[in-house]
Structures are given as C-alpha cells and as structure tokens.
C-alpha cells in the first residue's frame, strides 16, 4: 500500500511541474507583452531623455528582480522560523518565498530579467536609429558603443546585485515578503 502512496506523489511531482512550466510559459508572453507595449507607447514621440530613462528602468528593474531571486536561492530559513513565532511582519510570506525558491528564482531571474533584457534591448534599438537619423549617419559605431554601454551596465549591476543578495539575503527576503503582505492585505 504505501508502494502505491509513492508512486502517486512520484507522478504527481511531474505533472506539478509541468503544470509550472506552462504556467511561467503564459505568464512570460503576457508580461513582456505587457513591458513591450508600455515601453513602445513611452518611447514612441520621446527624445532622448525619455528614452534613456526608459532603458535605465528596464536595466535597473532587470536588476532587482536578480537580486531579489539570488537572495531566495540563498537565503536560511531559520531566521524567518524564528520571526514567524515572534509574529513578526512578513515572515510567513518569507517563508513561502523560501518553499518556493526555485519557483520564485525561476520567475525573477529568468521571466522579469530575460523580458527585461529584451526589452531594454528594443529600447537601445530604438535610440540608436535616432541617433543615426540625427546625426544623419549610418555608422555602426554608435550601434556598437550603446549595445556595449548596456551591456556593461547591466552586467556589471547584476554583479554588484549578486554580492548585496548573498550578503543581505535575510533582509532582501523580508523586504519583498512585507511588500508582498502590503498587497495581499490590500486583496482581501
């Protein structure tokens, strides 16, 4: 009898993540759906400045959604067990983000970071033909240098945001725990 227990959660366990998979499959094409639609409403009669503050929001979001699922991956959850008897202010939540880590991480890092990536990669697009339309040139110089200034930046913010998730895991987790709790109050 409890061969047939085992094997029911062994099937169980694949059809759960599948389940996920098209779940996160859906919930990417909407978002960047989303993400590209705002983006190309922001940037469509907007100079430079709103471009570029366009493309910084994109890489900065990019950024912190990275921070936010390394810190999952990384965080204990003993500090949180410890809270949560205390009742102590987004704990709980903490602790389901912690349960769900690779769900989360997968979401944050692969889901809002690739869209991210994407779409800041639009952006750049989008500046350099306007730069090549003002300075009437067609030089991939330009293409070159706004693709690798994004590139750099990008890169090296997820790197600098990797050492604070490591570092600050426990609070990154409480952090975004209370701001999930703020919502979620506000739901019901």
């Known amino acids: 009898m409890e061969k047939k227990h085992s094997v029911k959660k062994e099937e169980a366990k694949p059809r759960s993540y599948w389940r ?21 409403i922001a940037l ?16 900065l979001l990019g950024i912190v959604f990275d921070i936010i699922g390394v810190a999952v991956t990384a965080a204990d959850e003993k500090p949180f067990h410890s809270m949560a008897s205390h009742r102590e202010r987004g704990a709980k939540e903490a602790l389901s983000l912690l349960k769900n880590a690779e769900k989360v991480s997968s979401f944050c890092n692969d889901v809002v970071g690739d869209i991210c990536g994407i779409v800041s990669g639009s952006t750049a697009a989008v500046i350099v033909v306007r730069l090549q339309n003002s300075f009437n040139t067609r030089s991939m110089l330009v293409s070159i240098a706004v693709t690798a200034l994004i590139s750099g930046l990008t890169i090296g913010g997820k790197a600098i945001g ?14 975004v725990a209370r701001l999930l709790q703020v919502f979620h109050i506000g739901n019901k």
């Open 162 to 175: 990797k050492r604070i998730a490591l570092a600050k895991s426990t609070i990154v987790v409480l952090s």
């Open 44 to 59: 469509e009669d907007a100079g430079y400045g709103l471009a570029v503050l366009v493309l910084v929001l994109f890489v």
């Open 20 to 40: 996920w998979v098209v779940r996160i499959f859906i919930m990417s094409v909407a978002l960047s759906a989303v993400l590209s639609f705002a983006s190309g």
